[in-house]
């Protein structure tokens, strides 16, 4: 499907800026010896780049290889840590527990979104040719009894991710000022007054008062933000192969 490029240059511009300041929380949260929520911060980072790359393919950092190999895992990763939450905290979505099991999943879709799009190949051009992780893609124009266009994907599979990117997006945005939508560590919850979990078998951190202030300049509500653009981006880049 053919797009604006400077459409392609304004998401990948916003996804840089996500990646810069997921990578800052990242950083903040070693510091504070805050184990949950890295992985997460992690992930925000390596899919706003690798979206970076896919949008501006002169702007890719890494091989397409590396990046599937790092999205397999990453799927793997966080479809285990839903498993890992239900399994010691039980099944639900509100609270603690369901703030985990919320962002795990959605994170291992997202994930597996990633996988998706670089097995399908990407549209890198503003026309009808179709440009793909590894070279050139044929035309989406092509005759039908050739059989489906390389890089046009599974309509209903296509249509299932982009609704429930979206529904994430709207999720967050509607949750924005609720601190248990945040992405906020749970040792920082503790100390600030919110519902944490400590000691917990899935690693979550040890609250401490020298964090007490640290919810503030790790900037919850800008995380969620950055998890909103990601969501639409993604959405945006689902819809160019549909």
Known sequence: MPYPSWLGYLFAAALMVVGAYCLARLVGLLVLRCRDGRDIAAGHVLMAFAMVGMLVPRWNIAAVGFWEV???????????????????????????????????LIHAVMAATMLYMYWLGMPMTGSGTMVGMG?????????????????????????????????????????IGRPDHLHQPVAVV?????????????????????????????????????????????????????
């Open 70 to 104: 790092v999205f397999a895992v990453l799927a793997l990763w966080f479809f285990t840590r839903s498993g890992l939450t239900v399994t010691y905290e039980g099944f639900s979505l509100s609270g603690t527990p369901g703030r985990h099991l919320r962002h795990y």
């Open 135 to 175: 070279g050139s893609m044929p035309d989406m124009s092509q005759s039908m009894s050739s059989g489906p266009p390389v890089g046009a994907g599974d309509p209903g599979l296509t249509l299932f991710l982009i609704v429930i990117l979206l529904v994430s997006a709207v999720w967050q945005l509607d949750g």
């Open 190 to 242: 503790a100390v600030t007054g919110g519902a944490g979990v400590t000691g917990s078998p899935l690693g979550d951190g040890e609250p401490s008062a020298d964090r007490a202030g640290a919810s503030r300049w790790l900037a919850p509500q800008f995380s969620v933000l950055c998890h909103i653009v990601m969501c639409i981006s993604m959405a945006y880049m689902l819809v160019l192969m549909a």
